[in-house]
């Protein structure tokens, strides 16, 4: 057998328990079945001790703050599917993915370091994203961040109704519709897992 194919899931959500991180896990479990791959990691930003202030010393010097985020930007150079998931924050992710999305710059600027991986996100917010449009924008936002990095990516999944609040999470477990969802964003990996 050839060597797996290896994946990092990135949840960019600030919260506990959230349903970025849920849906995150659905999909990673659902890939960890297929021999052909192997999950790396399953990252929770908000656990990860960040130092950046965007003083952009690291898009000068290429240099790093030798933080988490410095970290995960590593894990991400050694995978070859990057997974995120986030909630939408005015059309963008919180400020942790957007930190993550900032310091990958010298990534890009010495020798595009992520071209070719398949970059894959799950993008949910408070409300349809027919009726709303800030999740459709954050995953165009998630997407143009791939294609700067010149990487193929799957198509969004964008999911509504997914308030932050307790009272408001999706059950335990999680909604069939959401599932058949999450399963067909896995199946689009499997895909490119296959012509790989």
């Not at 052909?36 to 952009?56: S, T």
């Not at 349809?128 to 936002?141: I, M, T």
């Not at 477990?173 to 399963?183: K, Q, Y």
């Amino acid at each position: 057998m050839d060597k797996a194919t290896t994946i990092i899931g990135i949840d960019c959500s600030p919260r506990a328990s959230s349903n970025s991180a849920r849906m995150l896990g659905e999909v990673l479990r659902s890939l960890e079945r297929d021999r052909r791959v192997k999950v790396v990691e399953q990252v929770r930003l908000a656990d990860e001790r960040i130092d950046c202030l965007g003083c952009e010393q690291c898009y000068q010097t290429f240099g790093y703050h030798g933080d988490g985020i410095d970290r995960v930007l590593s894990l991400m150079k050694e995978s070859d599917v990057i997974l995120m998931a986030t909630p939408t924050c005015f059309g963008m992710p919180p400020a942790l993915g957007v930190v993550l999305l900032d310091r990958s710059d010298p990534l890009w600027r010495d020798g595009q370091q992520l071209k070719g991986k398949l970059g894959a996100v799950i993008v949910n917010g408070a409300t349809d994203p027919a009726d709303d449009p800030s999740v459709r924008l954050c995953a165009d936002n998630m997407i143009k961040f791939f294609e700067q990095h010149e990487m193929p990516c799957v198509q969004p999944v964008h999911l509504g109704g997914t308030l932050a609040y307790p009272e408001q999470r999706f059950p335990d477990p999680l909604p069939a519709g959401t599932m058949g969802v999450l399963e067909q964003l896995a199946d689009e990996i499997r895909q490119w897992v296959g012509s790989r």
